[in-house]
């Protein structure tokens, strides 16, 4: 094998510093062993060793190898793209959901309606990425496993864990901080968000099935946080249309995982609760769901309120359609293994999702003129 043999600390001694060097030295004599370390506890076992090898050192050891001149391995310093990597900034694009009620009551131009969003939008966004933090620390071992989830910053050891965990902390002073500008209600729905994300970060996402609809909730959550911030009512039709279009979403993750992964029958996907036998019924079900956001569309669409709402009602129409048009492509190219691990993000990505995106944006401008 590898390994010759190990020394650990046990429940009788704290194996490091000057007990560390005195096994050693006990062991392969003095000048009889290599030895890499990283803190001023190894110093002493660098003194004692025929080749001392400096790795990522603090100040200490730092010093002592600029004295010795001991071969260095410095530290990968992370830059501002490995920092935004550890928050997942580009996710910040799914709280854009908060302004959904603005937009569908035609407030465009209601300037602290838009603030309060703006507001709004980056609290969610400091909380988000703070429990995106906490979410790639417990799943750091299994991302090493995975094909590109392991270039991650904590799997892929470019950031430390105590400066994440520092840095998620200051991210949930720093959203509830900015929700102290905002209606108390809000503070309760961030509330309920961290909850959940904890909740789902620390056991939901391992719970079959209740992961999926877990987060086509916490999506349909950013709609809630906007009505609070700005009084616009949500009405059923829109939260049942979030629901049933986040959760074939949702499921698509979950189908990209399963076959993005090499296991056999019977054994499940590390961290999740599904097996590879699943994927057809997840498939089945995710699509089911996308029809269901279509058929929930285009419901709203035939009601009254709408007429209350657009001049011209029949220009909404195409969006139905282009709905479900989206989301059946997300389905044929997860099922051809072309689809990106984050379906969210492949929609604000895609030039085909973007262009059917734009052109509903334009029918409801228009249709409400």
Not at 44 to 67: G, S, Y
Not at 208 to 213: A, C, N, Q, R, T
Not at 275 to 296: K, L, N, P, T, Y
Not at 354 to 362: M, P
Request: hydrophobic share 50%; glycine share 6%.
């Amino acid at each position: 094998g590898l390994f010759d043999a190990t020394f650990c600390t046990s429940e009788t001694g704290n194996l490091t510093s000057v007990r560390k060097r005195a096994l050693l030295v006990e062991t392969y004599g003095d000048g009889g062993f290599d030895y890499a370390g990283n803190s001023r506890h190894d110093i002493a076992v660098f003194d004692a060793a025929r080749e001392a090898i400096v790795v990522a050192p603090d100040r200490a050891a730092a010093r002592w190898q600029k004295t010795h001149g001991s071969e260095l391995f410095p530290s990968r310093k992370p830059g501002w793209k490995t920092i935004l990597r550890m928050l997942r900034a580009h996710q910040w694009l799914k709280n854009t959901l908060i302004v959904v009620p603005t937009v569908l009551n035609h407030q465009y131009l209601n300037l602290p309606l838009l603030l309060a969003c703006f507001l709004a939008f980056v609290s969610f966004s400091a909380a988000a990425s703070a429990i995106y933090i906490i979410n790639d620390f417990f799943d750091a071992s299994i991302d090493r496993r995975h094909p590109t989830k392991k270039n991650r910053p904590f799997a892929s050891g470019m950031l430390s864990v105590p400066f994440g965990l520092m840095v998620s902390a200051c991210l949930v002073v720093i959203s509830f901080a900015i929700a102290l500008f905002l209606p108390p209600l809000f503070m309760a729905v961030l509330a309920g968000y961290l909850v959940m994300t904890t909740a789902y970060s620390v056991a939901i996402k391992r719970m079959l099935l209740i992961d999926v609809f877990t987060l086509a909730t916490l999506y349909t959550m950013r709609i809630l946080a906007g009505a609070t911030v700005t009084g616009i009512p949500v009405s059923f039709w829109l939260l049942a249309f979030s629901i049933f279009f986040f959760l074939s979403l949702a499921l698509v993750k979950r189908y990209v995982e399963l076959d993005g992964t090499e296991i056999e029958k019977g054994i499940r996907i590390a961290g999740r609760g599904y097996r590879m036998e699943d994927r057809d019924i997840i498939a089945q079900g995710g699509v089911a769901a996308a029809f269901g956001s279509a058929m929930v569309l285009a419901l709203y669409i035939d009601g009254n309120s709408v007429r209350e709402l657009y001049e011209y009602p029949w220009m909404i129409w195409p969006l139905a359609p282009a709905v479900l048009y989206i989301t059946l492509r997300i389905w044929v190219l997860a099922r051809r293994s072309e689809m990106h691990d984050d379906p969210v993000v492949f929609i604000i990505s895609d030039w085909r999702s973007q262009i059917v995106i734009l052109i509903g944006a334009i029918l409801l401008v228009t249709a409400g003129l």
